[in-house]
């Protein structure tokens, strides 16, 4: 059991809220050590898992881009493009993300992400499509776009991930399955996935349409 240190310690670094790489990286090296590894063979690993996974630190190098993007009118330019579509509502928006994501996740095309998309893009023209279609909207409705929008990204990301037989989600599933003496592939895990991807899709084009029901039920059927 106390080989199982490491997860006592992420867990008390989750509850008082200490820094998570270092709570981690603590984990790591207490881990390593009652294991009976010493100090050098536990930096090793730890460099080795690094430059194995580096490429999942790429993503703070998109930071600064959309930083300069918005700076120069990124968030103004998917406004107007809404305002020039017109008869787009907001859960139109949703909808559309979400299936734009299922799908880019089938073709393993990386272009999820809150900071990326759902900030500077989904967002602003969801709160576009309500504003056109209804003048005015108050706030607590723009807190529920804001939420619909990065759920449409979350729905869209789970549900799509494992459209892609190559991806390392599925061909863990595949691998774990194989070893427990369930003959199936990749491709197997993938068109399975295709259920659940549609019932998602369709649960969340219901949601939509309900919520812009509600709007339109609140503020009235009015456009600019």
Same mark, same amino acid.
């Given at each position: 059991?106390?080989?199982?240190?490491?997860?006592?310690?992420?867990?008390?670094?989750?509850?008082?809220? =200490?820094?998570?790489?270092?709570?981690?990286?603590?984990?790591?090296?207490?881990?390593?050590?009652?294991?009976?590894?010493?100090?050098?063979? =536990?930096?090793?690993?730890?460099?080795?898992?690094?430059?194995?996974?580096?490429?999942?630190?790429?993503?703070?190098?998109?930071?600064?881009?959309?930083?300069?993007?918005?700076?120069?009118?990124?968030?103004?330019?998917?406004?107007?493009?809404?305002?020039? =579509?017109?008869?787009?509502?907001?859960?139109?928006?949703?909808?559309?993300?979400?299936?734009?994501?299922?799908?880019?996740?089938?073709?393993?095309?990386?272009?999820?992400?809150?900071?990326?998309?759902?900030?500077?893009?989904?967002?602003?023209?969801?709160? @576009?499509?309500?504003?056109?279609?209804?003048?005015?909207?108050?706030?607590?409705?723009?807190?529920?776009?804001?939420?619909?929008?990065?759920?449409?990204?979350?729905?869209?990301?789970?549900?799509?991930?494992?459209?892609?037989?190559?991806?390392?989600?599925?061909?863990?599933?595949?691998? @774990?399955?194989?070893?427990?003496?369930?003959?199936?592939?990749?491709?197997?895990?993938?068109?399975?996935?295709?259920?659940?991807?549609?019932?998602?899709?369709?649960?969340?084009?219901?949601?939509?349409?309900?919520?812009?029901?509600?709007?339109?039920?609140?503020?009235?059927?009015?456009?600019?």
């Amino acid at each position: 059991m106390i080989k199982l240190i490491g997860v006592l310690i992420v867990v008390i670094g989750f509850i008082f809220k =200490i820094e998570t790489l270092f709570t981690v990286l603590v984990a790591a090296i207490a881990t390593g050590l009652v294991v009976g590894l010493d100090v050098n063979q =536990i930096l090793i690993i730890l460099g080795e898992s690094f430059l194995a996974n580096r490429a999942v630190s790429l993503f703070i190098l998109t930071l600064p881009v959309i930083g300069i993007l918005e700076r120069y009118g990124l968030r103004q330019r998917a406004v107007h493009l809404i305002e020039k =579509i017109g008869k787009l509502t907001a859960g139109g928006v949703f909808s559309i993300y979400m299936l734009g994501r299922q799908v880019a996740g089938a073709l393993s095309i990386r272009m999820s992400g809150h900071t990326q998309f759902v900030r500077p893009l989904v967002n602003p023209m969801a709160q @576009t499509s309500a504003a056109t279609k209804h003048e005015k909207i108050d706030e607590e409705d723009e807190e529920a776009i804001k939420a619909l929008s990065s759920a449409s990204e979350n729905y869209g990301n789970f549900f799509g991930q494992n459209l892609f037989a190559g991806s390392s989600g599925v061909l863990l599933i595949a691998s @774990t399955l194989s070893e427990q003496g369930y003959n199936v592939s990749g491709l197997d895990i993938a068109k399975a996935s295709i259920i659940m991807a549609l019932i998602a899709f369709l649960i969340v084009s219901v949601q939509s349409y309900l919520f812009d029901k509600k709007l339109d039920k609140k503020y009235g059927k009015t456009s600019k």
